[in-house]
């Protein structure tokens, strides 16, 4: 299978960082390089001014955004009860970014693989 290098352009991309809250600290492995990767990332995208929405599982109960990540330029920061970031917020929150998709997303956080399949 050929593989074909390519490179996100900025404006058509979006970063969506899943779920890294205080209550999960404590009970996944590995937690403090998840947030040192996650800071990368984030750091990262808004030096490119790449659009960042935040998604944060039920945080009444499992706390806010882990304060080690500066998510102060967050695009939006979406609460969500249900296991999926496609809510219909988020939704709203792209079209009003990018008038109906970006070209490439960048999904990152935990349990961040099952969580969103953004419509094609």
Request: proline letters at 8%.
């Amino acid at each position: 299978m050929a593989h074909r290098l390519r490179f996100l352009n900025p404006k058509k991309t979006l970063f969506l960082l899943c779920d890294i809250q205080e209550k999960f600290r404590p009970v996944i492995p590995l937690f403090k390089g998840l947030v040192t990767n996650a800071n990368k990332l984030t750091k990262a995208g808004k030096e490119f001014e790449i659009p960042l929405i935040v998604s944060e599982q039920f945080p009444e109960k499992l706390g806010k955004t882990v304060p080690d990540l500066d998510i102060s330029h967050a695009a939006a920061i979406i609460s969500k009860t249900q296991f999926s970031m496609l809510v219909p917020e988020l939704e709203n929150k792209i079209k009003t970014i990018y008038g109906e998709k970006p070209c490439d997303v960048v999904l990152y956080g935990l349990e961040s693989h099952p969580i969103v399949a953004l419509p094609v």
